[in-house]
């Protein structure tokens, strides 16, 4: 046993700012893999229309079908984590996949002008990434808890930073890979798609060198390897518990409503990557000091405001608390929702009786993306930390699965709102909504979000009796 304290494994571990230094390896391996997934999702409706030459509404199906399947693998690639490989293999594994899925697109971009080659890359490539992030997405963040002891205060603190690692990877990601495959020429989009691999690359090699050293318990033990037999029969054990109180079942119920509304929430926010490109493209004017923004740069405004805001509602949240006016869960959910029907009300202002020819000022796409952020920064955060604390804990995992399962249902629903962006003299209907122009087409993504909004405010204080003291 080693007496010497300078080369305490614990003291070796802490970094400057009292966290372990494990911490930031997992925040630089999430930041590069969120800059691959972010960097692709930049590019890819704008790859699909202008290179590709789909139309709006196969690209749009084709986008929302992608993200929706990227929130389902995690329930593959988590149950495989905790029964056979554990997560530092899972996490190898998904970023390997994920950077050959960047490479099948950088060739599918490569012979954008032939459909015989690009088709099967194309496809080839978006599976490889579906898949790899199934295996990485649901491994990396469960193993930042893990850094500490259960009852160490630094485990919010470090959520955060964590959380800072995913949006330093969106912000940057749009900017990086929109450089040099956004520029206006079909032939670039395969450099924008390579960029991203190299980031997935990138953190690859961090974890690989440093997991070992770094990614430890306290004590200095591994985190992450194969479960052990005793893990998994343990597993087992929970199965044969009591039957659910009625208490439970309530909370339960809660997730199930919760998730409803959430489906709505980001079925109208993950619009960025879809119709709002199309909208960044086509009518925004992009010209600043004599440049032209790519489109896909503005997908970095959602993740700039979160960097800068968030502590902002951090400390709004905290204020609030000791004056004993924080919301509730369920009623900072509802405010979510209307501040996104805000910002699409205050976008369909800017395209009101504006002519299709007509591009209008990058201010109105800013503005409505400073607002969606403000409804994300009350919704997202307190998301997965309510599912954690309503969930029984032998249905934790499953309870986390149904949460999934709405962010899929979104992301897919995205997509079949993204196909009704209106095309010049071209009339769709949406359930009765007539869609001519960008002011009918927001205005519907407002009342759908203002509606779901509406309804959570007239229910959240029966919600929150069904929590029973959760909040």
């Not at 970023?95 to 954008?112: N, V």
């Not at 619009?271 to 000091?289: D, Y």
């Amino acid at each position: 046993m080693n007496q010497n304290p300078s080369h305490s494994p614990v003291l070796e571990q802490k970094a400057a700012t009292g966290h372990p230094k494990g911490l930031y390896v997992l925040f630089g391996t999430e930041m590069w893999e969120r800059f691959s997934y972010y960097g692709n999702r930049a590019l890819l409706t704008l790859f699909l229309t202008k290179a590709l030459l789909f139309d709006k509404q196969a690209a749009s199906a084709l986008y929302g079908n992608y993200t929706s399947l990227v929130y389902l693998t995690p329930l593959i690639g988590g149950y495989v984590a905790d029964r056979y490989w554990g997560n530092r293999r899972s996490i190898m594994v998904g970023g390997i996949l994920m950077a050959i899925g960047q490479l099948l697109m950088f060739f599918s971009g490569h012979y954008y002008s032939d459909p015989a080659m690009f088709t099967p890359f194309l496809y080839a490539g978006l599976g490889f990434l579906i898949l790899g992030n199934g295996f990485f997405k649901p491994n990396i963040s469960t193993m930042v808890g893990q850094l500490y002891e259960p009852q160490d205060s630094r485990k919010d603190s470090a959520y955060t930073i964590f959380y800072m690692g995913i949006n330093l990877g969106a912000f940057i990601a749009p900017l990086a890979c929109g450089l040099v495959g956004d520029t206006g020429s079909a032939a670039d989009f395969k450099w924008g798609f390579l960029v991203a691999g190299v980031g997935m690359v990138l953190g690859l090699i961090m974890f690989h060198f440093l997991k070992d050293r770094y990614i430890v318990t306290p004590d200095g033990a591994a985190i992450g390897g194969k479960p052990t037999q005793a893990a998994k029969s343990a597993d087992g054990t929970v199965k044969k518990d009591a039957p659910l109180t009625s208490i439970e079942i309530q909370r339960i119920a809660v997730i199930f409503i919760l998730s409803f509304f959430v489906v709505f929430f980001w079925a109208a926010f993950e619009q960025a990557g879809a119709s709002l490109n199309f909208f960044a493209e086509e009518q925004t004017n992009r010209v600043l000091f004599g440049y032209t923004i790519p489109a896909s740069w503005f997908q970095s405004v959602n993740a700039f405001f979160v960097i800068s805001c968030a502590p902002l509602f951090a400390m709004l949240w905290t204020y609030l608390g000791k004056k004993g006016i924080e919301p509730s869960s369920p009623l900072k959910m509802a405010i979510g929702l209307l501040l996104l029907s805000v910002g699409y009300l205050y976008i369909a202002f800017g395209v009101k009786d504006v002519a299709s020819t007509t591009k209008v000022s990058m201010m109105w796409l800013v503005g409505m993306y400073a607002m969606h952020t403000f409804g994300e920064l009350c919704l997202s955060p307190i998301g997965l930390s309510m599912v954690n604390k309503l969930a029984p804990a032998k249905f934790a995992s499953l309870m986390m699965a149904v949460w999934f399962l709405a962010n899929a249902a979104a992301n897919k629903f995205a997509g079949v709102l993204s196909g009704y962006y209106p095309e010049p003299g071209k009339v769709t209907e949406f359930f009765g909504f007539a869609i001519n122009n960008l002011n009918d087409f927001f205005m519907l993504l407002m009342f759908m979000s203002l509606g779901a909004a509406g309804v959570l405010f007239l229910i959240y204080k029966a919600i929150i009796k069904m929590m029973h003291g959760v909040h």
